[in-house]
């Protein structure tokens, strides 16, 4: 691969820093771990990955404890593997997964079908298999949001309610005021109109923001914006990040319609 130039002071080139190795690992129990703390998914491991990531003392030792969340990792790997990555902790990865980069265009329809096949067939009824498993060749991509709005939201006994849907797909939310431990945040909920799943007007809702004084993102200012997951800041969001999430939410908001 060949790397991005920078130029010194003094004008000659120099090779742009790398994400760091292990930043893939740290932004994966941003996201992971509310539900993890929920009992969701996950291992037993909650309060040591809060305290290592809010330290930002992650290292590979964690990954035993990540390789624990079965519901993320298939997509992970699944990510990587198409696009020639042998870490399936990989940052580019973890953000293609929770947040949607290119890495997500670079798997092929035909390979999300094959996983989706692999991963469920036996655990949804015929007819809902047939659903599912046609987003692939419609254009889903393997992105945390699709499986909430068409694969977990049909994998359960119960089905998904729209508040849990919200809750569990990642969402974005502008900061009005932090509040210590939590956020004052403005987000556009889900909602149900004329039997179409949408993006709503924006509400104000607090947002956890640490557990015992820990989390993963300094003081905020309002009209900043951050990534929420289960009512908890994930991180902080640049305006490309926030571009991306938004386009693969409202895109498989438009997927998960066409078979409501």
Known sequence: MTSLLLARPDGTPQAAPSPAPLAGLLRFIHYGFMPNQLGYCGGDDNHELLERAAASAVDRGVEPMLRKFTGALPYLKLIAHANGR????????VDAYWIGNELLEGVEARQLY???????QGQLPPGVMKWVTSKAPAGARPHHNFHVFDVHSRAGDQGMSLETMDACRISWGKVVADLSAEVL??????QLAEGKLELGLPVMSTARRQFDGLGFVHKLEPG???SLHWGWVCEQLTSDQLARLRHYTVHHLELANQTL
């Open 86 to 93: 042998a870490d399936p902790f990989d940052e580019r990865v």
């Open 224 to 226: 900043e914006w951050v």
């Open 114 to 120: 094959d996983n989706l096949i692999d991963r469920l």
């Open 185 to 190: 945040v403005e987000r556009r909920p889900i």
